[in-house]
């Protein structure tokens, strides 16, 4: 069955059943929402058509893994970044890190067993705390993902979606493939670069949905975070400094999961010298 064909089914479920949940509930990662790990599940309704996004960058590409060090307040965490896999977000991190961008931020936003979110200048202004998660670099570019590294092409829809939802889809929705369904939602994939997996020490990017990144990003704690495969970029893992990372997940957290003790990112620093292999990925 075409792909065009299945999203005319599939759109008419969302209007007429009120919206597609995959997965169990699970929080989410983006930039402008704050849910918790009893939320609802998450909501992958189609926006049709797809909107445009008229705030994109171009970056300059980083072809080779950088190694950075985040000096924050528990602690030093040093990263590969590995622009092999995600050129431009890597490109885009280092270009930032180069501009102070990140200097004085926080990790704004800590889920333990699950992950710890940075990047947002406007975490910087304490007093102005419930709009920490809402800020970024003031342009947006696109995602670099792989969504074959996940076997999202190969998943079905229907034996991943809520059971709750099955009773709704159509014959055509559950045709479909995972990636299928993201890129009805605006996900563009590529098999240029094969992604990291998304699991206990891997940087992503974090967003709003489709190429919508910026400066926000999160190092993941729980041992995988397989939902958010196919709709984060990932661009690299922590080599040392993940008892500091366990730190920053214990720390105590406000209604919003923002740090009551604020986590503070001092300094990046940066080094494009030789570049070793990755640490492997277990």
Do not use: C
Not at 104 to 111: A, E
Not at 148 to 161: C, F, G, N, P, R
């Amino acid at each position: 069955m075409k792909l065009n064909r299945m999203l005319i089914g599939l759109f008419a479920l969302v209007v007429a059943g009120g919206g597609v949940y995959l997965f169990r509930p699970e929080p989410t990662i983006e930039t402008d929402f704050y849910p918790s790990p009893e939320a609802s599940p998450v909501d992958n309704t189609i926006d049709w058509p797809p909107k445009q996004n008229n705030n994109m960058k171009e970056i300059k590409s980083i072809n080779k893994i950088v190694r950075v060090t985040l000096k924050t307040s528990l602690g030093d965490i040093k990263i590969a970044l590995d622009g092999t896999r995600a050129p431009k977000t890597v490109g885009n991190f280092i270009s930032l890190a180069e501009e102070d961008f990140y200097d004085g931020t926080t990790w704004h936003r800590v889920i333990p067993d699950f992950m710890i979110q940075g990047g947002d200048p406007l975490s910087k202004d304490q007093d102005q705390r419930e709009r920490h998660g809402t800020g970024g670099a003031g342009y947006q570019f696109e995602d670099e993902i792989n969504a074959q590294s996940y076997k999202l092409h190969e998943a079905k829809l229907v034996d991943v979606v809520d059971p709750r939802q099955l009773a709704s889809l159509t014959d055509a929705a559950k045709a479909m493939t995972v990636q299928e369904f993201y890129e009805a939602q605006g996900y563009k994939y590529s098999t240029k670069f094969e992604s990291l997996p998304m699991k206990r020490g891997i940087l992503a990017m974090a967003n709003s949905g489709p190429n919508t990144n910026g400066s926000q990003f999160f190092i993941i704690t729980a041992p995988e975070v397989s939902h958010l495969a196919g709709k984060h970029t990932p661009f690299g893992l922590v080599e040392e400094g993940m008892d500091v990372v366990n730190k920053i997940s214990a720390t105590p957290t406000d209604e919003r999961d923002n740090p009551i003790e604020p986590v503070i990112i001092n300094d990046v620093e940066i080094d494009m010298g030789p570049a070793d292999a990755l640490k492997t990925v277990e």
